[in-house]
T-cell receptor, first 114, second 114 residues
Framework: DGGITQSPKYLFRKEGQNVTLSCEQNLNHDAMYWYRQDPGQGLRLIYYSQIVNDFQKGDIAEGYSVSREKKESFPLTVTSAQKNPTAFYLC?????????????FGSGTRLTVV | AQSVTQPDIHITVSEGASLELRCNYSYGATPYLFWYVQSPGQGLQLLLKYFSGDTLVQGIKGFEAEFKRSQSSFNLRKPSVHWSDAAEYFCAVVPSGNTGKLIFGQGTTLQVKP
């Protein structure tokens, strides 16, 4: 079955460390997205990529980095510059173009700074 | 400012009662409109979407939503709520002419009383 896989489900990070969250999709979708979810704030866009080797900053990109070397993969690195990284991170994908059918979401990674 | 607003942060209804979750948007042209549902610790699942045409759209799990251009609203409804509907619900839009980025409301948490 096609879908999006996020790993790990839970991640603990010490202050000052970089960590990388994995997102893989086998839906053959062109576009991929990373959102951060905090209680009471909905989902906020971190980065998105509409094609391989290209990506754009979203609304809260500071302290994060991404790469898009393969169509099926869009890893997110939370760097030590991110002041408050504890959150639930969601990856999504969609077909790109005029016909928007909504996103398919992964099951998320909960990151906790210890 | 362009935004998506879900006025109700938390709603409690009795099982079997009807439900309406509100969503308002402030974009000049009619955007693409979506409702998603999220169970605790999980990703988001698409309930329904509206692009054009009939303003009453049917979705999964017995949900429907009505687009009202004059009120810039896209409210989600269900005639009879089940205990399994307890979850967080997000309204989202893709502004027309946008690159396909989904913009989310803050979410409404639904609690169902037995």
């Amino acid at each position: 079955d096609g879908g999006i896989t996020q790993s790990p489900k839970y991640l603990f990070r010490k202050e000052g460390q970089n960590v990388t969250l994995s997102c893989e999709q086998n839906l053959n979708h062109d576009a991929m997205y990373w959102y951060r979810q905090d209680p009471g704030q909905g989902l906020r866009l971190i980065y998105y990529s509409q094609i391989v080797n290209d990506f754009q900053k979203g609304d809260i990109a500071e302290g994060y980095s991404v790469s898009r070397e393969k169509k099926e993969s869009f890893p997110l690195t939370v760097t030590s510059a991110q002041k408050n990284p504890t959150a639930f991170y969601l990856c999504a994908s969609s077909i790109s173009g005029v016909e928007v059918v909504g996103y398919t979401f992964g099951s998320g990674t909960r990151l906790t700074v210890v | 400012a362009q935004s998506v607003t879900q006025p109700d942060i938390h709603i409690t209804v009795s099982e079997g009662a009807s439900l309406e979750l509100r969503c308002n948007y402030s974009y000049g042209a009619t955007p693409y409109l979506f409702w998603y549902v999220q169970s605790p610790g999980q990703g988001l699942q698409l309930l329904l979407k509206y692009f054009s045409g009939d303003t009453l759209v049917q979705g999964i799990k017995g949900f429907e939503a009505e687009f009202k251009r004059s009120q810039s609203s896209f409210n989600l409804r269900k005639p009879s709520v089940h205990w399994s509907d307890a979850a967080e619900y997000f309204c989202a839009v893709v502004p027309s002419g946008n690159t396909g980025k989904l913009i989310f409301g803050q979410g409404t948490t639904l609690q169902v009383k037995p």
